[in-house]
């Protein structure tokens, strides 16, 4: 297997996650093939003078400072465009919070190979490696509403199977040069949230399968970037961003998500203010009022 693969990782203030990632990719069966491009997206934890350090001598790690915070989706965009101008042509998109096992790059690249697809593996949580977190995602027949498979079930062969899937998760994700020039690149208006959902539809759209490689293993520290769905950023890039994404792709069925979109904001409001989380709620509040506004792309929350 002769084929050049570029694994990009985006960093933002990823002190904690960035060497064990890079260790463990280092560690792949196809070593020899790979490259690995780091997107430093302005970090202020240190993290990105510590990559340095560490690996900035190193001939398989290529590290890009950036001057500003531009977002997941501009960040992998700019390393993906940096992978093309070396030759290569299939990059594996990769969350820097995660380990994989060793044969996990071979396999999702034979599979690419093999069907011509964007391809994703079986996810795995870090702390818990026994169970689930993705194994191939769907997207519910009437809202579109992405669903992972498999989510918090005991991992026991159930689904080690290849086969297609609907939704393509961002958190590992191997694309194609060829894929690229069809559908394009990320849409970077999203910043964070949803681009992977977007670029799934889009690749739905164009005939582009998405295939789930269920032998091929990631560990993910579930959270470890964003800090839950219940850090304020989140909540506010999820309710804007599940709007701009539907709004794009459901058309004549948009009426259909808003009625349960407004249904599922009210709920969680609700919830949240029972708990005193009326920032949450102002949050939701507000990235519904950016998307009717038009506003997208990165968000300076005020607080």
Same mark, same amino acid.
């Given at each position: 297997m002769e084929e050049k693969i570029s694994v990009i990782l985006v960093n933002y203030n990823g002190m904690s996650f960035n060497n064990a990632c890079i260790q463990s990719i280092l560690k792949s069966s196809i070593r020899d093939s790979l490259e690995i491009i780091v997107v430093d997206n302005a970090s202020t934890d240190g993290s990105l003078e510590a990559l340095q350090k560490v690996w900035g001598d190193q001939e398989k790690v290529h590290i890009i400072a950036l001057d500003d915070n531009y977002g997941?989706?501009?960040?992998?965009?700019?390393?993906?465009?940096?992978?093309?101008?070396?030759g290569c042509s299939t990059y594996v998109l990769l969350n820097n919070d995660t380990e994989i096992k060793e044969d996990t790059l071979e396999r999702l690249l034979k599979c690419s190979q093999e069907?011509?697809?964007?391809?994703?593996?079986k996810v795995l949580y870090a702390d818990r490696p026994g169970v689930i977190?993705?194994?191939?995602?769907?997207?519910?027949?009437?809202?579109?509403?992405?669903?992972?498979?498999g989510l918090n079930q005991k991992d026991i062969g159930?689904?080690?199977?290849?086969?297609?899937?609907?939704?393509?998760?961002?958190?590992?994700?191997? @694309?194609? #040069?060829?894929? *690229?020039?069809?559908?394009? =690149?990320?849409?970077?208006?999203f910043f964070l949230y949803y681009e992977d959902t977007e670029y799934s539809l889009r690749a739905r759209a164009a005939g582009v399968e998405i295939w789930y490689c269920g032998q091929a293993v990631v560990y993910h520290k579930?959270?470890?970037?964003?800090?839950?769905?219940?850090?304020?950023?989140?909540?506010?890039?999820?309710?804007?961003?599940?709007?701009l994404c539907n709004?794009?792709? @459901?058309? #004549?069925?948009? *009426?259909?998500?808003?009625? =349960?979109?407004?249904?599922?904001?009210?709920?969680w409001s609700i919830i949240w203010k029972l708990q005193g989380k009326d920032l949450l709620i102002c949050e939701i509040k507000r990235g519904i009022e950016h998307y009717?506004?038009?506003?997208?792309?990165?968000?300076?929350q005020r607080v």
């Amino acid at each position: 297997m002769e084929e050049k693969i570029s694994v990009i990782l985006v960093n933002y203030n990823g002190m904690s996650f960035n060497n064990a990632c890079i260790q463990s990719i280092l560690k792949s069966s196809i070593r020899d093939s790979l490259e690995i491009i780091v997107v430093d997206n302005a970090s202020t934890d240190g993290s990105l003078e510590a990559l340095q350090k560490v690996w900035g001598d190193q001939e398989k790690v290529h590290i890009i400072a950036l001057d500003d915070n531009y977002g997941f989706a501009k960040a992998n965009n700019i390393g993906i465009r940096w992978a093309m101008e070396q030759g290569c042509s299939t990059y594996v998109l990769l969350n820097n919070d995660t380990e994989i096992k060793e044969d996990t790059l071979e396999r999702l690249l034979k599979c690419s190979q093999e069907h011509k697809a964007l391809v994703v593996p079986k996810v795995l949580y870090a702390d818990r490696p026994g169970v689930i977190w993705y194994a191939g995602g769907k997207l519910t027949p009437v809202i579109w509403k992405p669903v992972h498979r498999g989510l918090n079930q005991k991992d026991i062969g159930q689904y080690d199977r290849e086969e297609k899937c609907d939704f393509a998760n961002g958190c590992c994700l191997l @694309m194609t #040069k060829e894929i *690229i020039e069809k559908i394009g =690149y990320l849409d970077e208006r999203f910043f964070l949230y949803y681009e992977d959902t977007e670029y799934s539809l889009r690749a739905r759209a164009a005939g582009v399968e998405i295939w789930y490689c269920g032998q091929a293993v990631v560990y993910h520290k579930v959270n470890g970037a964003t800090k839950g769905n219940e850090n304020p950023l989140s909540v506010y890039y999820i309710t804007r961003n599940w709007l701009l994404c539907n709004r794009q792709h @459901m058309k #004549k069925r948009f *009426i259909i998500f808003r009625l =349960y979109f407004f249904f599922n904001r009210l709920a969680w409001s609700i919830i949240w203010k029972l708990q005193g989380k009326d920032l949450l709620i102002c949050e939701i509040k507000r990235g519904i009022e950016h998307y009717k506004e038009g506003k997208n792309g990165r968000y300076e929350q005020r607080v």
